[in-house]
C-alpha cells in the first residue's frame, strides 16, 4: 500500500481538503442528474459509488477524527447504502499508512531518540493503519511487541474535524440535525479520549485484569517504559480479524466458541464493570483457530452510569414493555418522549420504541441465541431503513434517546454483527435480575 509522507495538521489546511472534496461530490451530483435525464430510471448506485470513493480518499489522508467518524458510520449500516459501508469499512485497519521518517519523528519528540535504537528491531512499513494511528512490529528482549503510533496532529484537530465533517453528514445520509449534534458531541469526547494514550494504557491493563478470568480469552501485556502520550507498545498477538479468519473455513464448533467468549466479554463489562469496550469493530479483534479471541484496543471505553444502566437494561424485560404505567417514566428518563411532546407525538414514539425494543431485546428474550439468523439482521435492516425515511423523526424538535444510550447502542450493534459474520451460536447470559 502507498505510503503517505505528510498530513495537513493546519484547521486552513484541513478545511481546505474538505473544500476541494465538497467540489468532487457536487460534481459527482451533476454527472448523476445528467444521467437522470437520459435515463428517468437511472439508479443511485454509481452516484454512491464516486461520492464514497471520493470521500474516503480525501478522509484518509486527513486521518483522525474524520476518518474515525467514517469508519464508525460504515458499522452503523442502516446508516449508509452498501456502497459507503464497504469503502468506510477499510478505515478500520487499511487505511494508507504514515511513511516511516514521520514515524521517526514522533519517537524522537517523547523518547528522544530513534525507534531503531530503543528495539532491537523495528520494521520501517506499518503492519496496519486505522483512523488514529498504525501499528508496527518490533522485538526486544526476545519478545515481539506491536508498537501503536498516533498520527500527528489528530489530538488537536478533532475538535474542527467534527465541524467540517457534519454537512456531509447531513447532506448525504439524511441525519436529524439534533440527533446529529448530540452524537457528535458524544463522539467528540470520545476523539479526544482515544488520542491520549496514556489513559489508553491504564484502561487497556484496567479491563484486561478484571476480565482475565473469562475462558478463551487473551490479552496483550503492556509496557509504559515504551509508551508516551502519542505510542503505546504491547505484545504482539497472533491471530486474524473476522473476514480473513472466516477464509480459513473454521469449524462451527470454533466459531461458536469464539462468539461466546466475545458474548460474554461483553456482559461482564456491562454489567459488572458498569465501563466498556465501545469500539467493536473487527480491526480490534484477533481470532484463532484454537478457539481463542484476543483484546487488542481500549482506546474507546465507555463509563456508564448507573441510573442510566437502571433504566436502559430494564427496558430488555419484555414483561416492561407490556407495561404503560411503568414504561413511561424511564421513556422520559432516557429522553425517549418530552413533556412538550403533543400526544399524538407521544403515542408515535412509544410504539415505535416498544418495537425497536422487541426486536433488539431479542437475544435477551431467549437462553441461547443464532446469530446465524439472517432473516433476524434482515428485520433489523427494515425497521432501521423505515425509521430513517419517517419524517416525524428527520424533524422532531428533540433528540430521542439518553447521549449515553449512543456508544452502548452502537456497542450491542457491532457485537451483534461480529456474531452473525461468524455466525455463532451463543448462551445469552445476563444478569439474574433480567432472567
Known amino acids: 500500500m502507498k505510503e503517505q509522507g505528510r498530513i495537513p495538521v493546519g484547521k486552513v489546511s484541513r478545511a481546505a481538503r474538505f473544500v476541494k472534496t465538497g467540489a468532487k461530490v457536487g460534481g459527482n451530483y451533476i454527472k448523476h442528474y445528467g444521467r437522470k435525464l437520459k435515463d428517468r430510471n437511472s439508479s443511485r448506485d454509481q452516484l454512491d459509488q464516486d461520492n464514497a ?14 476518518l474515525k467518524v467514517a469508519q464508525m458510520l460504515a458499522m452503523d449500516k442502516n446508516l449508509l447504502p452498501t456502497a459507503y459501508q464497504d469503502r468506510f469499512a477499510m478505515g478500520q485497519y487499511s487505511a494508507p499508512p504514515l511513511s516511516y521518517p514521520l514515524v521517526v519523528k514522533t519517537f524522537q519528540k517523547y523518547f528522544g ?33 506491536a508498537v501503536k503510533v498516533q498520527y500527528p496532529g489528530v489530538a488537536e484537530s ?15 445520509f439524511g441525519l436529524n440535525e439534533k440527533e446529529l449534534d448530540q452524537y457528535m458531541d458524544e463522539v ?6 482515544e488520542t491520549d494514550y496514556e489513559l ?47 477464509a480459513t473455513n473454521p469449524s462451527q464448533e470454533v466459531k461458536n466458541q469464539i462468539g461466546q467468549a466475545m458474548w460474554d466479554f461483553y ?25 481463542t479471541l484476543g483484546i487488542i484496543d481500549f482506546g474507546c471505553v465507555k463509563e456508564i452510569p448507573e441510573d442510566f444502566y437502571n433504566a436502559y437494561f430494564r427496558l430488555m424485560s ?3 414493555i407490556a407495561n404503560d404505567e411503568e414504561l413511561l417514566p424511564i421513556l422520559y428518563r432516557l429522553n425517549f418522549i418530552y413533556e412538550d411532546d403533543t400526544e399524538a407525538e407521544k403515542r408515535l414514539y412509544i410504539s415505535i420504541f416498544k418495537e425497536m425494543t422487541m426486536l433488539l431485546g431479542k437475544p435477551f428474550h431467549v437462553e441461547e441465541f443464532d446469530f446465524a439468523d439472517d432473516t433476524y439482521f434482515q428485520q433489523i435492516y427494515d425497521l432501521s431503513e423505515r425509521l430513517g425515511n419517517m419524517k416525524e423523526l ?36 445476563k444478569p439474574d435480575w433480567l432472567k
Open 53 to 66: 470513493e471520493d470521500i474516503y480518499d480525501s478522509l484518509s489522508e486527513l486521518k483522525g477524527s474524520a
Open 200 to 246: 489508553e494504557v491504564h484502561r487497556s491493563k484496567k479491563i484486561s485484569l478484571a476480565c482475565k478470568h473469562i475462558e478463551n480469552l487473551v490479552f496483550p501485556e503492556y509496557y509504559e517504559e515504551l509508551s508516551a502520550p502519542r505510542v503505546i507498545t504491547m505484545d504482539w498477538l497472533e491471530g486474524a480479524h473476522v473476514k480473513e479468519f472466516l
Open 318 to 320: 419484555k414483561d416492561l
Open 113 to 145: 531518540d530513534n525507534p531503531s535504537n530503543i528495539f532491537d528491531s523495528f520494521s520501517k512499513n506499518a503492519a496496519n493503519a486505522a483512523s488514529i494511528g498504525q501499528v508496527h512490529k518490533a522485538e526486544k528482549d526476545g519478545k515481539t511487541l
Open 188 to 193: 467528540e469526547g470520545k476523539l479526544l479520549e
Open 267 to 291: 456482559h461482564h463489562q456491562i454489567h459488572n464493570l458498569k465501563e466498556v469496550h465501545a469500539d467493536p469493530h473487527p480491526g480490534n479483534f484477533m481470532m484463532r483457530s484454537d478457539g
Open 394 to 429: 428527520r424533524n422532531s424538535k428533540h433528540p430521542r434517546g439518553s447521549r449515553h444510550g449512543l456508544y452502548i447502542n452502537r456497542t450491542y450493534f457491532g457485537l451483534y454483527q461480529l456474531l452473525n459474520m461468524l455466525n455463532a451460536k451463543v448462551v445469552t447470559t
Open 158 to 172: 478533532v475538535k474542527s474535524d467534527l465541524k467540517l465533517v457534519k454537512p456531509f453528514a447531513l447532506r448525504l
